[in-house]
């Protein structure tokens, strides 16, 4: 069993639709991140959470510690929103570098 | 400013070839992280550089991977005897605190 899992590992949305990515972990976290990588590669940064609850624009990540649990919502969803979405997390153990989910790959339709 | 630069963008190699990937941090970034991404495939650690030292390189899959970073900036990644499953994205990010890491573009590996 992988320690960063997602679902749905495909989406297909219509353009206006809300959307949910689902994230969950088995290890102890310090900090876990959302990452958006659109097709060519390049990887950007949503969110770094380590409690609560985060919202920039039409993203929102909530994290729930005690379930391991973390979910990424997209609001009134739009094309450009496609791209694959990635969750990682950072262990508790002190070690930096992130172990990531295999990716959500969105496709959302005008 | 200037963010996380690879290079080259796409490299393609014949089996046995030896290849180097390098990775241009942002300024001032301490710590240098390179992941390798298989094809549907989340990220895999590679190694991580804190300075000019290799801080953790148990991501590495053997001794043909060896990556260095002589002045605590570049970073160089260097692949002997190339297999054809080495072929995947080489992914480089770099980070000034232990919060955000900010991610290259990758070089796309391709072993024939």
């Known amino acids: 069993k992988n320690e960063v899992e997602q679902s749905p590992q495909n989406l297909t949305a219509q353009e206006g639709e809300f959307i949910t990515i689902n994230c969950s972990y088995s290890?102890?976290?310090?900090?876990l991140h959302w990452l958006q990588q659109h097709p060519g590669g390049g990887i950007v940064s949503l969110f770094m959470?380590?409690?609560g609850k985060k919202k920039h624009g039409r993203l929102i990540a909530t994290i729930n510690i005690q379930e391991k649990h973390s979910s990424l919502h997209i609001t009134a969803s739009h094309p450009r929103d496609s791209a694959v979405y990635i969750c990682a997390v950072r262990s508790s153990t002190g070690r930096r570098a992130l172990t990531f989910g295999s990716g959500t790959r969105l496709q959302v339709q005008p | 400013g200037a963010g996380v630069s690879q290079t080259p963008s796409n490299k393609v190699t014949e089996k046995g070839k030896y290849v180097e990937l390098r990775c241009d941090p942002i300024s001032g970034h301490t710590a240098l992280y390179w992941y390798r991404q298989s094809l549907g495939q989340g990220p895999e650690f590679l190694i991580y550089f804190q300075g000019t030292g290799a801080a953790d390189d148990s991501g590495l899959p053997n001794d043909r991977f060896f990556a260095v970073r002589p002045e605590g900036s570049v970073s160089t990644l260097k692949i002997q005897r190339t297999e054809r499953g080495d072929s995947a994205v080489y992914l480089c990010?770099?980070?000034?605190?232990?919060?955000?890491?900010?991610f290259g573009p990758g070089t796309r590996l391709t072993v024939l």
């Open positions: 990010a770099s980070s000034l605190t232990e919060r955000e890491q900010f």
């Open positions: 959470l380590s409690s």
């Open positions: 290890v102890g976290i310090s900090a």
